[in-house]
């Protein structure tokens, strides 16, 4: 068996998660107290207590998806699983980078925590609410999604392919009548379904710029060692393991597209054939499913996966 870990992205996050780990395991729960202490916010009690609206703020879902996967992180490895000698890769879905990075041993927990809320609060102001938008394309593979965004864009401003996630899920982003020229043309192209997504800014696109500009001055001022175990970069979809590498990849990120399905591919080649998903929900572990049947999928996002997880491995 030869295993990656993988860590989610935003729209996993849920009311609740992460308490199951904190409540049973005193390694947990010290990830949310320093995440807290480093925000100087009590964002493990908007994670638990609510409300939900709040905690799917951009600038509080990301560092709270991270202190989870970190906080599974750090069970299993008080378990006595070695990353260092037992993962071949790590990889993260768009923030889930930052999350890979700091169970990697690239970033302190409290400067991946600072860094996530200052992502979201750039993201939230590099576009004014409703001016840009986002749309899932079901059925749709990448040569298709980037077709139709080109021809939306050459009518409407900009629209890009944000996610190529595999299995025929492709996401668009850009201005509002960009995506919704999109969403027509997708139609006429006989897309399966079409789903506008409920999200506050156009992410992983061009509007994204001046939030990459201020990711560029934040990450200048952390320190980013080589991690542990080699990290599959959204912006390459390939190994790299060179920290100021990734310091330039986390900044070009914010802009351009999650290559989520050739990093999967990429890892099953190098001879993965076990994705561990750490942290909040199933997302990756089913997408890696309809990329490759034969990649087996394990979640650790609560005290009772970590049994299923240590059969597993």
Known sequence: MTTAFVFPGQGSQ???MGKELADALP???????????????KLSAIMWEGPVET????????????AVSVAAARAIQKGGYDLAGKVAYVAGHSLGEYSALT???????????????????AMQR??????????????????????????????????QVANDNGGGQSVIS?????????????????????????VSAPFHCALMQPAADEMAEALAEVTIESPLVPLVANVK?????????????????????????????????QGVDTLVEVGAGKVLSGLAKRIDHDI????????GDLDTFFNAV
């Open 27 to 41: 390694e947990a729960r010290e990830v949310f107290e320093e995440v807290d202490d480093a925000l100087g916010l």
């Open 103 to 121: 169970a990697a041993g690239a970033l302190s927990l409290a400067d991946s925590a600072r860094l996530l809320r200052r992502r979201g609060q």
């Open 14 to 16: 849920a009311a609740g």
């Open 237 to 269: 979809a390939a190994a790299v393991s060179d920290a100021e590498e990734i310091r330039q990849l986390l900044v070009e990120q914010v802009t351009k597209v999650v290559r989520w399905r050739e990093s999967v591919l990429f890892m099953r080649d």
């Open 126 to 159: 590099a576009v004014p609410v409703g001016e840009g938008a986002m749309a899932a394309l079901l059925g749709a593979e990448i040569d298709l999604a980037e077709e139709i965004a080109a021809a939306a864009a050459a009518d409407d401003g900009v629209c």
């Open 174 to 198: 850009g201005s509002r009548a960009a995506v919704d020229r999109a969403i027509e043309i997708s139609k006429e192209r006989g897309v399966k379904r079409v789903m506008p997504l409920p």
């Open 55 to 66: 905690l799917t703020l951009t600038e509080n879902a990301q560092p709270a998806l991270m």
């Open 296 to 303: 087996k999928g394990v979640n650790v996002g609560s005290p």
